[in-house]
């Protein structure tokens, strides 16, 4: 059986505040783990005026506070922006506080532009592909200096050692499956918005995998968007905040996520269309027996372990809703 995760942007809408995007954060994470999900994740992204989880850690804590048993954690922290043992004492922290229910999930890119990564990192010396070597250093963190692992270093990590916090590497390409594999690491592969090499990405992964001591068999997760309502008018509707956002982000003009508009798609031109087709070519949209229907497929197609639902909708409630029927959708997967 697949289980279904959540990965939430903390969306902060036009004519919304930051705090309104918290709050809703709070009880949808609440709203998922009443229906029965797995877990619940927020992303690192820097500059977005949409999209309120920049400080990652924070939401998470803010969220499992909010929670009783759901995991929460990033979905994911793009490591490359920050120092291994900031993240280990953070996360560590989180998981002293919340004991078996954080997940770090690692990524490479910026999670921003250029302009904004260069002041997160004040300097571009720190290179992405170094990824590998920093896991393995914030490995060592969590296992302790008194460790194998751990001695590699000789410091420690306060909070940090011996945190029991699960790690997941992410990715959009074929890299991060190669680096999960060789780790031995749950992989989570960002199809939700960058779908173009996930059967390769997933087979590489599957192929190539080194049993560790967190994991002895794959364990694969995918991002796929699910928007349902009552009809499929319904969900077409809700949808194009999604589809305008994409559109916004991809030609330079990102922003707050806007209301929906009716007939939006007929709006756009042959270029518009296909680039939501190639983006989003990795969501159920519709009623639930259109959705049913389109996330079955996926899950014969990928075999995942795990599916991530993003779920972008501008109305709380109608957003809620949605998650309504992906949970129902779920029970059968």
């Known amino acids: 059986m697949t289980k279904f995760a959540l990965l939430d942007l903390v969306p902060v809408t036009e004519g919304g505040s930051l705090a309104q995007a918290f709050a809703n954060a709070a009880d949808i994470a609440r709203h998922v783990e009443d229906l ?26 803010h969220v499992a506070a909010a929670t009783k048993t759901i995991r929460v954690g990033a979905g994911g922290i793009m490591l490359p922006n920050h120092s291994p043992l900031v993240i280990a004492e953070q996360f560590g922290t989180l998981d002293a506080l919340y004991p078996g229910r954080i997940d770090l999930g690692l990524g490479r ?20 592909s170094e990824f590998p ?22 410091i420690s990590a306060t909070p940090g ?55 002895d068999k794959p364990y694969a997760m995918a991002g796929f968007n699910i928007i349902a309502a009552d009809t499929d008018d319904e969900a077409e509707y809700l949808a194009t905040s999604m589809q305008q956002s994409f559109v916004r982000l991809r030609t330079g003009n990102p922003g707050k996520m806007p209301p929906p508009v009716r007939g939006y798609r007929d709006t756009l031109g042959d270029q518009g269309n296909a680039l939501l087709d190639g983006v989003l070519s990795a969501s159920a949209i519709g009623s639930p027996d259109t959705v049913r229907e389109k996330v079955a497929a996926f899950i014969a197609r990928t075999q995942v372990d795990e599916l991530i639902v993003a779920s972008s909708v501008f109305d709380h409630a109608a957003r809620k809703r949605s998650l309504e029927i992906a949970a129902v959708i779920a029970k059968f997967a």
Do not use: C
Not at 36 to 61: D, K, L, P
Not at 133 to 153: H, N
């Open 161 to 215: 050692a011996g945190a029991d916090v699960q790690l997941y590497i992410l990715g959009s390409s074929l890299y991060g499956a190669q680096v999960a594999a060789a780790l031995g690491l749950p992989y989570a592969f960002a199809s939700h918005f960058a779908p173009q090499a996930l059967d390769d990405a997933l087979k590489v992964y599957r192929d190539q995998f080194r049993p560790s001591a967190v994991l």
């Open 109 to 128: 890119a910026p999670g921003s532009d250029q302009r904004v990564a260069q002041a997160l990192r004040r300097t571009l010396a720190s290179d992405a």
């Open 133 to 154: 070597r920093d896991v393995l250093e914030l490995q060592s963190y969590f296992a302790g200096p008194d460790t194998d692992l751990g001695g590699q270093t000789g």
């Open 36 to 61: 029965g999900f797995n877990r619940y994740w927020v992303a690192e992204h820097h500059g977005m005026a949409g999209i309120a989880s920049a400080a990652t850690s924070i939401v998470i804590g």
